[in-house]
C-alpha cells in the first residue's frame, strides 16, 4: 500500500480547458496508425475547477488511454466541456 500511495493534492485553481488541450496532444501519439478519431470541445466560457493540477491530468490520461485500449481500432474518442451545470462528457 506504500507504494502506490499517492501524495496530499496541492488544490489550486485549474481552467480544464487548457489542461485538456495539453493532455490531448499529448496523447495524440497513442492515436498514430489506429484510426481512432480524437474529438475535443472546450467550453464556452473559461471552466474553472480545484484541483492538484498533476492529478487531474494523470486522472484524464489515464481514461483516454483507456478509451484508446478499449476501441482499439476505427473509433472516435469525444470530450465535451459543459458549463451548466459543470461537467465533463466523455
Known amino acids: 500500500a506504500d507504494v502506490v500511495r499517492l501524495p496530499e493534492p496541492r488544490f489550486e485553481r485549474v481552467e480544464l480547458s487548457q489542461t485538456l488541450k495539453k493532455v490531448t496532444k499529448l496523447m495524440e501519439f497513442r492515436l498514430i496508425n489506429t484510426q481512432i478519431e480524437f474529438e475535443f470541445e472546450p467550453a464556452s466560457e ?25 476501441i482499439e481500432q476505427n473509433g472516435l474518442i469525444s470530450i465535451k466541456l459543459l458549463t451548466k451545470p459543470k461537467s465533463i462528457q466523455i
Open 46 to 70: 473559461p471552466f474553472f475547477i480545484n484541483a492538484d493540477l498533476q492529478q487531474i491530468e494523470q486522472v484524464l490520461i489515464n481514461i483516454i488511454k483507456n478509451a484508446i485500449e478499449s
